[in-house]
């Protein structure tokens, strides 16, 4: 019996081994909008983001703040477009990688561990626990002189915390990707890895 059931779950394994490279597709396909927004928002205000990465009293206080915008635009621009076509998946996502490890010591980390201020969530830091009166507050003022009915139709009101969650997320994900690649059959990389015999 133990033997019999080993041996379906061998094929099992063998028969799903054609579908390997479904994770790299869907952790691609995640990736691509977050990485082609946040590339290009940066592009699209190159100065100020020059700006806010440089100065030490109200941005990140970085060293050679044109250069390191510069590389975390370009990163995250042709990590959008590499990775939608799963070519040098494994060399982009190391430099993705770093940008987001980077983003979440200099940006996110005192801000703690959540990205979305839920005060009933683990992990709550002060910030967090306090986000429920000011959540509150903000809902009776727009209550008394908004349209909010209109305000929230698209969804509730949030407190952003702007913790290390997301950053912290897209970096496991991209070591991810270092680990498996692009993905059997769903990615440039294999297709050439294919060609050239290396597959």
């Not at 099992?12 to 081994?17: D, E, R, Y």
């Not at 440089?54 to 990775?83: K, R």
């Not at 897209?170 to 597959?199: E, H, N, P």
Request: a negative charge; aromatic letters at 12%; charged letters at 15%.
């Amino acid at each position: 019996m133990v033997a019999q059931l080993t041996a379906s779950y061998r094929k099992l394994g063998q028969t799903l081994s054609h579908l390997d490279g479904i994770p790299s597709l869907l952790i691609r396909l995640y990736l691509i909008p977050v990485f082609w927004m946040a590339g290009s928002n940066k592009l699209m205000h190159f100065e100020d983001t020059v700006a806010w990465f440089g100065n030490p009293d109200w941005g990140l206080g970085l060293p050679l703040p044109w250069l390191m915008a510069a590389l975390a635009t370009g990163a995250e621009l042709a990590g959008a477009v590499l990775l939608a076509l799963g070519l040098g998946t494994r060399a982009i996502s190391l430099p993705l990688a770093v940008t987001m490890l980077v983003a979440a010591v200099t940006v996110h980390w005192e801000n703690g561990w959540q990205a979305i201020a839920d005060a009933g969530a683990p992990f709550a830091n002060d910030a967090v626990l306090a986000a429920p009166e000011k959540l509150e507050r903000a809902r009776s003022i727009l209550q008394e002189y908004g349209n909010y009915d209109w305000l929230t139709s698209s969804g509730n009101f949030v407190v952003l915390n702007n913790g290390i969650e997301f950053a912290a997320t897209y970096f496991v994900m991209c070591l991810a990707l270092i680990a498996l690649g692009g993905g059997r059959y769903v990615s440039v990389d294999y297709w050439v890895s294919k060609k050239l015999g290396t597959q």
